[in-house]
């Protein structure tokens, strides 16, 4: 639960005034983590000033900073305070607090002069009252979207913020320092010599298409049930894309079948690492070994994902990743970037990204404009440290939805040996699906087809000339997958619950 927690409870605490108790539980709550305590930044300097007075400078600040250190702060922006100056509340600083819990979608205030609240729009408890309603609320969830990104912006809010404000304070947008920083802390995170950061997963397969050579009227072997950025950053590049049938376990590229579709024409495989499981890279490499050809990696679904103890994107040639908010690392917009170990194609891609110039106007190729934006460079740094540990809660949660669900009439995802699942999405297969995801939507419970009609059954690809039952599996598959909500900051009782709610609905 994310509450706003009023200066006077922990005013309770700092004094230890009658009945403290049970502020200093609220405050215990937001320390551990079981729920989500924000603070006004202007409550701070009035509690240091109040303090300060009983303990003096040293011990005040000592002991504001222990009570408030797991707290996320929210900062006075002239929007808020604009906001406040015209509410009819008589009291300001109650006004304050009414306008920050309604911007961040705040679920309650606690404070110990419920009074003070009276009419507000957003519910008032005392710590007593607060308490008894925890205890009193409901295990069950009455919704569980299939994404919630508000939930991680919460988590780094105040870090973000800063890393944001110091880019727009430096007026830095575009390739700053942040990018660079940016570059090489992913590059090292994925094993890889080289990180160049572009605007979009989509670009960084195009881009790197380019960088390793691929011209019009060459080939490239990729995926048939990947995204369709897979085959337009082919089609981008001026060739064709040839497609492989899939895998019926692990839903990526059926390695068998890959060098039956090889041509005097094709230069390149690009293996996606679909849904954050890795494809068989070192069959995949053999074969392109033996004919010559370019790896370049889709693992814009894969980051953190591992293949024999190797982080996937910086096994082939290139791998390319994309940052659109949803991923495992996602921006806050659109962004990409690609890895590499090969110096060569990491020189051509940061002139590929920018209008093919090394000095600024002095262009010695046909370039593009796509750069990953300062800012968002600075969104991803403070994401990156989480990285693992989102990985392994969504692991966690893959678990916790297979054991769940394993007597139940839907085909859960397989787990290839000497391989880590990051688990993008958590697909199931089912007979019967509409119906099914009606049922779950009845229930409250978000899920997304990915993807419902494969790519050689799509308008945009009729020029390729394939025929509806010319993959049989990635078919097959269109009309049955599922994928649940999956996000590292569900909690095992959404997770019980979305099971439930599946499994009376495959009995229906």
């Known amino acids: 639960m994310k509450v706003l927690i ?25 320390q551990t983590k079981k729920i989500e305590g924000w603070i006004l930044a202007g409550s701070i300097p009035t509690l240091h000033y109040l303090h300060v007075k009983r303990v003096g400078e040293r011990q005040a600040r000592k002991e504001i900073a222990e009570q408030i250190s797991e707290f996320l702060i929210v900062p006075l922006r002239k929007g808020l305070i604009s906001a406040a100056w015209q509410s009819d509340f008589p009291d300001f600083e109650d006004n304050l607090q ?31 009252e607060f308490l008894d309603k925890l205890a009193k609320e409901k295990k069950q969830p009455d919704k569980v979207n299939f ?46 010599k080289y990180g160049i950061g572009v605007g979009s997963g989509t670009e960084a397969l195009h881009l790197a298409l380019l960088a390793c050579g691929v011209q019009p009227g060459d080939e490239v072997i990729t995926a048939a049930n990947t995204f369709i950025a897979t085959t337009l950053a082919i089609s981008y590049a001026g060739a064709r894309p040839v497609l492989v049938d899939i895998d019926p376990q692990t839903y ?6 890959i060098e039956e579709t090889i041509t005097e024409r094709t230069k390149a495989i690009i293996p996606v690492h679909l849904y954050g499981q890795p494809a068989d890279m070192d069959a995949i490499l053999e074969i392109a070994a033996r004919h010559n050809l370019k790896v370049i990696e889709d693992a814009c679904q894969a980051h953190g994902s591992e293949y024999k103890g190797r982080k996937v994107g910086a096994i082939g040639d290139a791998g390319c990743f994309s940052f659109y908010p949803g991923k495992n690392l996602g921006a806050y917009g659109d962004g990409g970037i690609v890895a590499t170990n ?152 959404q997770i019980e619950w979305v099971a439930l709610a599946l499994k009376e609905g495959l009995e229906r």
Not at 151 to 176: K, P
């Open 6 to 30: 009023d200066i006077n409870v922990i005013e309770d605490v700092l004094s230890k005034r009658e009945g403290w108790e049970n502020s200093g539980k609220v405050i215990d709550l937001a």
């Open 342 to 493: 090969n110096e060569e194609i990491a020189d051509s891609l940061k002139l590929l990204r920018n209008y093919g110039q090394r000095v600024k106007y002095y262009h010695s190729q046909k370039g593009f404009n796509s750069r990953l934006d300062t800012i968002q460079a600075a969104v991803l740094r403070v994401k990156l440290n989480h990285l693992e540990k989102w990985n392994n809660l969504r692991r966690g949660h893959a678990r916790l939805y297979s054991q769940l669900l394993a007597d139940s009439d839907c085909a859960t995802p397989v787990e290839v040996p000497d391989s880590r699942h990051v688990y993008h999405l958590y697909i199931i297969r089912v007979e019967g699906r509409s119906a099914l995801q009606e049922y779950l939507a009845s229930k409250g419970v978000g899920t997304i087809i990915h993807y419902p009609v494969p790519i050689h059954l799509q308008e945009a690809y009729r020029d390729l000339e394939y025929s509806r039952g010319d993959f049989p599996v990635t078919e097959e598959y269109a009309d049955k997958i599922l994928s649940l909500p999956m996000f590292p900051e569900l909690t095992p009782s």
């Open 98 to 128: 009414i306008e920050a819990a309604k911007q961040f979608g705040l679920e309650a205030i606690i404070t110990r002069n419920k009074k003070d609240f009276k009419d507000s729009p957003v519910p008032a408890y005392t710590p007593e």
């Open 252 to 257: 990526n590229i059926d390695i068998s079948k």
């Open 147 to 192: 994404l919630d990104l508000k939930a991680q912006f919460h988590q780094i809010y105040n870090s973000v913020d800063d890393s944001m404000t110091e880019v727009i304070t430096n007026t830095s947008f575009i390739l700053g320092k942040e990018v660079e920083l940016f570059e090489e802390e992913f590059a090292r995170f994925h094993q890889a």
